[in-house]
């Protein structure tokens, strides 16, 4: 962090009523580190936040000039400063007007500062000078590990919370108090009238858990699923062949689980490939999410299309023929309905179009190198991404014959994440340029040349030309045999 923005404010705020407030304290008192403040003021927040700024060198910026919130950042993003103002004419009050007991206490920036002790690990002492405020009992609660609401009014007040208290379970591990998910439950049909925006912050998160199956559990226990995602709630009872062993809602779980366990140790099944697949994985994307994350999303819809093409054959097999490319345009609608981003929009809709086809290729291992080829430039840009896909789906596969399928897959499945991850590094230049051979050729630019140039670039990733006399020679046979014609 550069600078401390708290100490500043302490010193800024020491004459005034001003708070530490929400989940920064309550990520103190777990010793949690947190770069995020949220801070009441009774003072006017834009003076506050401008004169924070100015100290710490940082732009302000108001969040929201209905409700009077600024929000101040640090010039590289390490920390950032939300200011609100006192919503009651008390703290009390204020604190009062919260979702959760354990996000109702306030720290008086007036008095000292909270430091490690006590019970939890950094939290039940302050220096001289100021005292916990917490009329809930969400102390006691963050000891007992229990997620409990404010008041019984907390969710109609805003329904987003019903979808905040499963995040919440899953990021901090704590259990929700009955009566709290009684709540919960009935108000999260309600879901429906909240800004997409808001949603789908809530589920990234959700999603990037480490517990994220967890959050998942009580997304579905409390009717949050069906109203957010209503698409993945279908999924549950829809049953498969003898091929799978969980019905497709179970195995999406299983699938997610895999994905999340080579997310985060993957040298059992990856070899010498893990560590340049994790590099990968934590590369941003889009969205504020990193590929793996974005993987975990792919995971969670690659299914998603299978209770609309569903159907049993004339010998009583369940086929779900065309699942992946139905499957890739309601990714894409799912996460536009969400507001998700263009380019996670097309990568998920990717990871889940091509999630079957190296299954497909297993029976015709050992792979040619022009199979290779076209497994590659097919599944550009997921071609690793959706490698690991398949590796998830088929571990969470585990139906007839699973064991001597799924060592198949994996064999296959490593020798194309190699290749993947070459072919990411940098593709081969072009033994020749498309307007040499045009030249030579004497053809003229459009798909006829295109067809060649990708031919070309097949069989040089082959090892079947390598010069620009035997690139030509090979274009020339395939003009005279009448297979230039781009179709």
Same mark, same amino acid.
């Not at 304290?25 to 924070?52: E, H, K, M, S, Y």
């Not at 939890?120 to 102390?139: K, N, Q």
């Not at 789906?393 to 296959?412: C, M, P, Q, W, Y």
């Not at 090892?463 to 781009?486: D, F, H, I, K, Y």
């Given at each position: 962090?550069?600078?401390?923005?708290?100490?500043?404010?302490?010193?800024?705020?020491?004459?005034?009523?001003?708070?530490?407030?929400?989940?920064?304290?309550?990520?103190?008192?777990?010793?949690?580190?947190?770069?995020?403040?949220?801070?009441?003021?009774?003072?006017?927040?834009?003076?506050?936040?401008?004169?924070?700024?100015?100290?710490?060198?940082?732009?302000?910026?108001?969040?929201?000039?209905?409700?009077?919130?600024?929000?101040?950042?640090?010039?590289?993003?390490?920390?950032?400063?939300?200011?609100?103002?006192?919503?009651?004419?008390?703290?009390?009050?204020?604190?009062?007007?919260?979702?959760?007991?354990?996000?109702?206490?306030?720290?008086?920036? !007036? %008095? &000292?500062? +909270? /430091?490690? @002790? =006590? *019970? $939890? #690990? !950094? %939290? &039940?002492? +302050? /220096?001289? @000078? =100021? *005292? $916990? #405020?917490?009329?809930?009992?969400?102390?006691?609660?963050? *000891?007992?590990?229990?997620?409990?609401?404010?008041?019984?009014?907390?969710?109609?007040?805003?329904?987003?919370?019903?979808?905040?208290?499963?995040?919440?379970?899953?990021?901090?591990?704590?259990?929700?108090?009955?009566?709290?998910?009684?709540?919960?439950?009935?108000?999260?049909?309600?879901?429906?009238?909240?800004?997409?925006?808001?949603?789908?912050?809530?589920?990234?998160?959700?999603?990037?858990?480490?517990?994220?199956?967890?959050?998942?559990?009580?997304?579905?226990?409390?009717?949050?699923?069906?109203?957010?995602?209503?698409?993945?709630?279908?999924?549950?009872?829809?049953?498969?062949?003898?091929?799978?062993?969980?019905?497709?809602?179970?195995?999406?779980?299983?699938?997610?689980?895999?994905?999340?366990?080579?997310?985060?140790?993957?040298?059992?099944?990856?070899?010498?490939?893990?560590?340049?697949?994790?590099?990968?994985?934590?590369?941003?994307?889009?969205?504020?999410?990193?590929?793996?994350?974005?993987?975990?999303?792919?995971?969670?819809?690659?299914?998603?299309?299978?209770?609309?093409?569903?159907?049993?054959?004339?010998?009583?097999?369940?086929?779900?023929?065309?699942?992946?490319?139905?499957?890739?345009?309601?990714?894409?609608?799912?996460?536009?309905?969400?507001?998700?981003?263009?380019?996670?929009?097309?990568?998920?809709?990717?990871?889940?179009?091509?999630?079957?086809?190296?299954?497909?290729?297993?029976?015709?291992?050992?792979?040619?190198?022009?199979?290779?080829?076209?497994?590659?430039?097919?599944?550009?840009?997921?071609?690793?991404?959706?490698?690991?896909?398949?590796?998830?789906?088929?571990?969470?596969?585990?139906?007839?014959?699973?064991?001597?399928?799924?060592?198949?897959?994996?064999?296959?499945?490593?020798?194309?994440?190699?290749?993947?991850?070459?072919?990411?590094?940098?593709?081969?230049?072009?033994?020749?340029?498309?307007?040499?051979?045009?030249?030579?050729?004497?053809?003229?630019?459009?798909?006829?040349?295109?067809?060649?140039?990708?031919?070309?670039?097949?069989?040089?990733?082959?090892?079947?030309?390598?010069?620009?006399?035997?690139?030509?020679?090979?274009?020339?046979?395939?003009?005279?045999?009448?297979?230039?014609?781009?179709?």
């Amino acid at each position: 962090m550069t600078g401390d923005p708290i100490g500043v404010l302490r010193r800024l705020l020491s004459g005034a009523d001003a708070w530490l407030v929400g989940g920064s304290v309550r990520d103190r008192l777990l010793g949690r580190p947190t770069v995020d403040f949220d801070v009441v003021v009774a003072a006017d927040t834009a003076t506050t936040a401008r004169d924070l700024a100015r100290r710490m060198s940082s732009p302000a910026f108001p969040l929201s000039e209905a409700f009077g919130a600024w929000r101040v950042i640090a010039r590289d993003r390490s920390w950032q400063v939300d200011f609100a103002p006192l919503g009651g004419a008390t703290i009390e009050s204020d604190l009062a007007k919260r979702d959760f007991t354990i996000n109702a206490i306030a720290e008086p920036l !007036a %008095g &000292g500062e +909270l /430091v490690a @002790g =006590g *019970e $939890l #690990v !950094a %939290g &039940g002492e +302050l /220096v001289a @000078g =100021g *005292e $916990l #405020v917490d009329p809930f009992g969400g102390r006691v609660d963050l *000891e007992a590990r229990r997620l409990r609401m404010v008041s019984p009014g907390a969710f109609t007040t805003d329904p987003l919370r019903t979808m905040r208290l499963p995040r919440l379970a899953a990021e901090l591990e704590l259990e929700v108090e009955s009566g709290t998910a009684d709540a919960a439950r009935s108000c999260a049909p309600a879901l429906t009238g909240v800004a997409a925006e808001r949603v789908f912050a809530e589920l990234k998160r959700i999603v990037s858990s480490d517990r994220a199956l967890r959050g998942f559990e009580l997304m579905l226990e409390l009717g949050v699923t069906r109203a957010v995602l209503p698409e993945l709630a279908e999924l549950r009872g829809v049953e498969q062949s003898a091929y799978h062993h969980l019905a497709v809602y179970d195995h999406t779980m299983a699938a997610l689980a895999e994905t999340i366990s080579l997310e985060r140790s993957g040298e059992a099944i990856l070899g010498e490939h893990a560590q340049a697949a994790a590099a990968l994985l934590a590369e941003p994307l889009a969205d504020e999410l990193t590929r793996g994350q974005a993987l975990r999303f792919g995971a969670l819809f690659h299914d998603l299309a299978k209770p609309r093409t569903r159907t049993v054959n004339a010998e009583g097999r369940v086929l779900f023929p065309g699942h992946d490319l139905v499957g890739a345009e309601l990714a894409r609608e799912v996460l536009g309905r969400l507001r998700a981003s263009e380019r996670l929009r097309a990568h998920v809709a990717a990871l889940t179009r091509h999630h079957l086809r190296l299954g497909f290729l297993v029976h015709e291992a050992p792979l040619t190198r022009r199979a290779v080829y076209r497994y590659l430039r097919t599944c550009e840009p997921v071609e690793v991404d959706v490698t690991l896909l398949s590796i998830a789906d088929r571990l969470a596969t585990r139906g007839a014959r699973s064991d001597e399928a799924i060592a198949r897959h994996l064999v296959l499945a490593r020798e194309l994440i190699g290749e993947g991850l070459r072919w990411r590094a940098g593709r081969p230049a072009p033994i020749l340029r498309g307007d040499e051979l045009a030249r030579r050729l004497r053809i003229r630019p459009g798909p006829e040349l295109g067809f060649l140039l990708l031919e070309l670039e097949e069989a040089a990733f082959a090892g079947e030309v390598s010069t620009p006399a035997e690139a030509v020679a090979l274009a020339r046979e395939l003009v005279g045999r009448g297979q230039a014609g781009g179709g």
